[in-house]
Each structure stands twice: as C-alpha cells, then as structure tokens.
C-alpha cells in the first residue's frame, strides 16, 4: 500500500465512448502525475499538476483531458481513443521539491483496454 | 535532453550481487538519478537516489562514477522476490523533465 489508490483498475471501452480514470493521493503531497506505460517502452510522463495547477504537458492529445480539482484528487477524462492508447495508466505523487529530486509513490495502475 | 539507456534483462542466482547498469550520456548538471522497482500489477517504488559517487541504503548501493554519464544499481545477495523490473530515471531538481529508461527485467533463479 503506497497511499495512492486508482480506479478502475481494469476499464475496456470502444472508441466512441467516454470514461474517466480516477487518482486519489493520503500522503498529504502537493504533486500529482499521470503516466502512460506500453509493453517494452520508457514510462510516458503525460500531465503534471503542482498545487493543483498543471505545469506539464507533454505533447498528449486532446482525447486526453486532466482535471485536478485538488491536491489529493486527479482525474483522466477519456473521450474517441484509440486502440494505440490501450495501456497501463500510472498515478503517481510526490511532494515537491522539484521532480527530479522528489520520491514519487504510484498507484497500481489502471488497465486500458481500447477497442 | 538526456536519454537512458539500460539492458532489457539479466538473470541472476540467489545470494548473487547483482549490478544494473544504466547509460546516460547526457545528463545535466541540475539531474539526479533514481532507480525504481516494479513488479507486476503493481506501481514502480522508489529503490535509491543520489547525484555522484556512492549511495548506499538499505536495499542497495548506487555508484555513480565522476563524469555521471552512467550509474550502476547493486543490488547485494539477491533473492527470489527481487525479480522485477528496475527503471533508471534522470530528473532535474528543477524543472519536470523527466527520463525514464525502458526498464531491465531481472530474472532471479533459486
């Protein structure tokens, strides 16, 4: 148990629909991520919110749409995905003192399945 | 932007010290290198950190030699339970670049 709970954990959706993953943090930390991970491939870091604002973007697609509405909750609305976005999304969070620096503590990880 | 390369996977004996060892040529001055361990079904968790030289903790030592440019994980009598995949990070203290090797899949055999 790391403090950090995600849910669903397993989600199968088609293309046309619309869900959100959801990340709750009890660690008490001011940062919140979310990951993308895909078999054999780096950790994709996706959204990074600071306080409840979001200071990272790393180039996801609109389908993707992060919301925060405080700094123990954080949200990934999905909407018309892919079958390429089927993956492992990671929540994670840390404290902040600067990422590189910070322990992150992840969630399980919610399974994506897109058809 | 730095990137991590580390091998995809090794084995390994029981009771063997084992070292993983990740390249990354072009770190920044502002980065730190942390390793995380991963099992299936579950989120990586935080193994060690440091910036230069040699850290040691609990479960590891990480040495990392003058020019960073690489870092190996030791990883000291190792156990059935440690087979899992480790992930080499370079972070900045400063920012939220963050480089996430591919992983190396460590295979512990009895």
């Known amino acids: 148990e790391t403090g950090v709970t995600q849910t669903p954990r397993h989600l199968v959706m088609g293309m046309t629909n619309k869900k959100s993953l959801k990340c709750e943090q009890h660690l008490g930390h001011n940062a919140m991520y979310w990951y993308k991970q895909s078999a054999k491939k780096p950790l994709e870091l996706m959204f990074v919110?600071?306080?409840?604002?979001?200071?990272e973007n790393n180039s996801v697609p609109s389908r993707f749409s992060p919301e925060c509405p405080n700094s123990s909750h954080l949200f990934l609305h999905l909407h018309t995905l892919q079958p390429e976005d089927s993956a492992l999304y990671l929540c994670?969070?840390?404290?902040?003192?600067?990422?590189?620096?910070?322990?992150?503590?992840f969630g399980p990880g919610t399974r994506l399945t897109v058809l | 932007l730095a990137k991590t390369t580390q091998p995809i996977s090794m084995d390994s004996y029981e009771g063997q010290e084992v070292n993983i060892t990740c390249s990354h040529n072009?770190?920044?001055?502002?980065?730190?290198i942390t390793w995380y361990q991963q099992f299936p079904s579950q989120g990586p968790r935080f193994i060690i950190q440091?910036?230069?030289?040699?850290v040691t903790n609990e479960v590891a030592s990480l040495f990392i030699p003058a020019d960073r440019k690489s870092s190996t994980l030791s990883l000291p009598r190792v156990s059935l339970s440690d087979t899992a995949v480790y992930y080499c990070?370079?972070?900045?203290?400063?920012?939220?670049?963050?480089?996430w090797g591919a992983g190396t899949k460590l295979i512990i055999k009895p």
């Open positions: 440091g910036y230069k030289t040699k």
């Open positions: 990070l370079v972070g900045s203290d400063s920012n939220y670049q963050l480089i």
């Open positions: 072009n770190i920044a001055t502002n980065d730190y």
């Open positions: 919110y600071n306080f409840k604002e979001q200071t």
């Open positions: 994670a969070s840390s404290q902040d003192q600067g990422a590189g620096l910070d322990t992150q503590y």
